[in-house]
């Protein structure tokens, strides 16, 4: 393989290497500091849900960080904590790819709908959400600490998510 080639795989908690990479990845592109408590929170909770892009020579070049929970005991809610491409390998598609894959994964353990916040002024990751079908639910003013505003998107998945909580009977405890 080539460094123009790229595969994805579903992140392995036990590198440290490919954690070192995540971190310094996401610290260089995203306005929001995130202690390695943030960061163990998700990958050790959720690693299937958290997807890598590598280039063949394996340089870790993308990140996709989520989690899954029950949203007010109702409905299950995927959410997108954080999404990172290296500057130099942005626009060839990376970013949507790792999307879909935390969105598929999280769709096959029976997810309702998926949230994330963007700053309004990243107009690149708006028009990759809102293409994806996300629709911007609430503008959240101040959000993050550069006191930049966000908003709030959200992507409906299945009919539970376009009903209001208070009409939608508890969701079931799984049985294992």
Same mark, same amino acid.
């Given at each position: 393989?080539?460094?123009?080639?790229?595969?994805? *795989?579903? +992140? #392995?908690?036990?590198?440290?290497?490919?954690?070192? $990479?995540?971190?310094?990845?996401?610290?260089?592109?995203? @306005?929001?500091?995130? @202690?390695?408590? &943030?960061?163990?929170?998700?990958?050790? =909770?959720?690693?299937?849900? $958290?997807?890598? !892009?590598?280039?063949?020579?394996?340089?870790?070049?993308?990140?996709?960080?989520?989690?899954? *929970?029950?949203?007010?005991? &109702?409905? %299950?809610?995927?959410?997108?904590?954080?999404? !990172?491409? =290296?500057?130099?390998?942005?626009?060839?598609?990376?970013?949507?790819? %790792?999307? #879909?894959?935390?969105?598929?994964?999280?769709?096959?353990?029976? $997810?309702?709908?998926?949230?994330? *916040?963007? *700053?309004?002024?990243?107009?690149? !990751?708006?028009? %990759?959400?809102?293409?994806?079908?996300?629709?911007?639910?609430?503008? +959240?003013?101040?959000?993050?600490?550069?006191?930049?505003? !966000?908003?709030?998107?959200?992507l409906p998945v299945t009919k539970k998510s376009q009903t209001r909580s208070a009409f939608l009977p508890p969701l079931q405890p799984k049985v294992?």
């Open positions: 393989m080539s460094d123009s080639e790229i595969y994805y *795989e579903q +992140l #392995k908690i036990e590198s440290e290497k490919d954690f070192e $990479c995540i971190k310094s990845l996401i610290s260089d592109d995203l @306005s929001e500091p995130y @202690s390695i408590y &943030v960061y163990r929170f998700f990958l050790n =909770q959720w690693p299937d849900l $958290c997807y890598i !892009a590598k280039t063949g020579n394996d340089n870790l070049i993308g990140v996709v960080i989520s989690k899954l *929970e029950p949203h007010r005991d &109702v409905r %299950l809610r995927g959410y997108i904590g954080m999404l !990172a491409v =290296q500057k130099q390998y942005r626009g060839r598609g990376i970013a949507k790819e %790792l999307v #879909k894959k935390t969105i598929n994964e999280m769709i096959e353990q029976g $997810c309702d709908e998926v949230m994330l *916040e963007t *700053e309004v002024v990243n107009i690149p !990751a708006i028009t %990759l959400y809102e293409n994806m079908g996300f629709i911007r639910s609430k503008r +959240l003013y101040r959000y993050y600490l550069n006191q930049h505003d !966000a908003f709030r998107l959200i294992i």
